[in-house]
């Protein structure tokens, strides 16, 4: 059985508006590891990216919102660009599909902007990330705690604050996808070999250090 992100299905919800960097090099970087990485949008045929201000490349599209379900995909990435979140968040396909990756505890990363989403699906409170400074105050105001760093892990969530810190973003949602993603299906594995009318062994059934001394 294959680990880590080869092979894994990585959702990347976007649309127009997005900063073309935080979709590009993220995917680029999951990619490289094995990933099947997909553009999700509201619409067909491709969305327009942006440079800050100007007008960057046009993103093909893998798939539609309305054609998708979260539980098709182990782990979801939430780029930002201003407009790209804040056209997403009056999406009630987008926020639904949001809010089923955070209640499945499945490993979602946002940079910038894309927090936007997690505080629309309800998915902050009594949490810990980072964002675009300007989110601090809705982040708060959704019950998180906003903290100005770099890159921070809470459990299963990855944040962000902007194109700088993308090449630790890139690196830590690379080893946090991939380590998630195996622990869930190792515990999976647990699940299936042992129903929960059938608990695992203790140490003095399967042998191993200190099984003696149990």
Not at 3 to 9: I, P, S
């Amino acid at each position: 059985m294959e680990f880590g992100l080869k092979g894994r299905k990585v959702a990347i919800v976007a649309t127009d508006g997005v900063e073309q960097v935080e979709i590009e090099e993220p995917r680029r970087a999951l990619d490289a590891a094995g990933a099947v990485t997909h553009i999700i949008a509201p619409r067909d045929g491709s969305i327009q990216a942006v440079n800050h201000d100007e007008k960057g490349a046009r993103i093909p599209v893998d798939r539609m919102l309305s054609d998708v379900r979260a539980s098709e995909y182990d782990a979801l990435l939430l780029p930002g660009g201003v407009a790209n979140p804040d056209r997403l968040r009056t999406d009630a396909s987008a926020v639904q599909f949001v809010r089923e990756f955070m209640l499945g505890e499945r490993p979602v990363a946002a940079i910038c902007h894309g927090a936007w989403l997690l505080v629309e699906a309800g998915a902050v409170a009594g949490r810990t990330l980072t964002s675009w400074p300007s989110l601090q105050t809705d982040i708060r105001n959704a019950g998180g705690e906003w903290v100005d760093v770099p890159c921070h892990v809470d459990d299963r969530l990855v944040t962000s604050r902007k194109p700088a810190d993308l090449p630790v973003f890139c690196a830590t949602i690379v080893r946090e996808f991939a380590n998630r993603i195996d622990e869930a299906r190792v515990d999976a594995l647990v699940d299936q070999s042992f129903p929960a009318s059938d608990p695992p062994p203790g140490p003095s059934a399967i042998g191993g250090e200190g099984a003696a001394r149990a």
